[in-house]
């Protein structure tokens, strides 16, 4: 049986309906875009972008292009200090996550004969302090690399 106050007797209200639990929604700013292109170094980890502040990302995307295979190269996304997604792109692949959200990272093309690589990022995710973009190259190849990231900080 329902409890509380009916709402056709009286306007809505929190106090009379009695909630146990209120969410809210955060309030952020305008959204920005960051966005970049470039080579990578082999054998190394390099920062893409980096987001401070309290915030939420969008979307956005990261493609990789090279002279032979990238499939062990490793996006990687860190929120707040942690690492929260750092699968190579032949383990999404091969695990077929290729849905927004399946992933804070996930697939949009795997093409291990050109030698083309790209993921997105899945929306709605929150950052208290920081969102850090990554690229790890493990090959002895100089990718070439084009990321876009929408966000709003508060």
């Known amino acids: 049986m329902a409890k509380g106050t009916a709402d056709w007797q009286n306007a809505i209200s929190i106090l009379a309906q009695q909630a146990s639990e209120l969410n809210t929604r955060w309030k952020f700013g305008a959204a920005f875009k960051a966005e970049g292109e470039g080579t990578i170094s082999p054998l190394a980890t390099t920062t893409l972008i980096t987001i401070t502040g309290t915030g939420m990302l969008y979307g956005g995307f990261l493609h990789i292009s090279g002279s032979a295979s990238l499939k ?54 929150t950052f208290e302090s920081s969102a850090q973009f990554q690229y790890i190259e493990l090959n002895n190849v100089i990718p070439t690399v084009k990321i876009l990231v929408v966000y709003a900080v508060a």
């Open 72 to 125: 062990d190269g490793i996006p990687r996304l860190a929120i707040d200090g942690q690492i929260i997604s750092a699968e190579s792109w032949i383990d999404i692949n091969d695990r077929n996550l290729n849905v927004e959200n399946s992933l804070p990272i996930y697939l949009r093309k795997y093409d291990n004969t050109n030698f083309k690589y790209t993921a997105a990022f899945s929306q709605g995710i």
